[in-house]
């Protein structure tokens, strides 16, 4: 029985190893805040991190994780997650999410990718355009998306 560590808990999951994280987390420990989009990575609606990197977790298997640390949405928004807190604020703030199904998917990405600056880095448009690239916001937010990133780098700064 595998088990995996999923925002700083052990779970012991009775269930295949080829089975997607996302339907982990989403239908065996009830974590929903993971969205399902297209099933073929294509969206980033689905991701999360393991050991700190963005993946796409309707296509990884379980078995990947044995022994990582996977990290969802709901940890990351939680409150104690430093770069967390600040792109939630800088979500608010901007007013990014509109149908909010991606957001997830993009909050991850966001989080991701300001965690692996360099101490004091101020991202280019450019940066974080090639940052956020593999995930999809179907309302068009990407303006919004890229004035919070690029806020909650200023704020970690």
Known sequence: MPTLNVNGRAHAVDIPAETPILWTLRDTLGLT???FGCGAALCGACTVHLDGQA???????????????ITTVEAVTGGSDRVGTAV????????????????????????????????GKRPTD????????????????YARIRAAVADAARALA
């Open 88 to 119: 939630r604020h800088a979500w608010i703030k901007h007013d990014v999410a509109q149908c909010g199904y991606c957001q997830s998917g993009q909050i991850m990405s966001a989080t991701a990718f300001l965690k692996s600056l360099p101490k």
């Open 55 to 69: 993946i796409r977790s309707c296509i990884t298997p379980i078995s990947s994780a044995e022994g990582r640390q």
């Open 33 to 35: 805040g993971t969205k």
């Open 126 to 141: 450019a940066d974080i355009d090639a940052a956020m690239a593999g995930n999809i916001c179907r309302c068009g937010t």
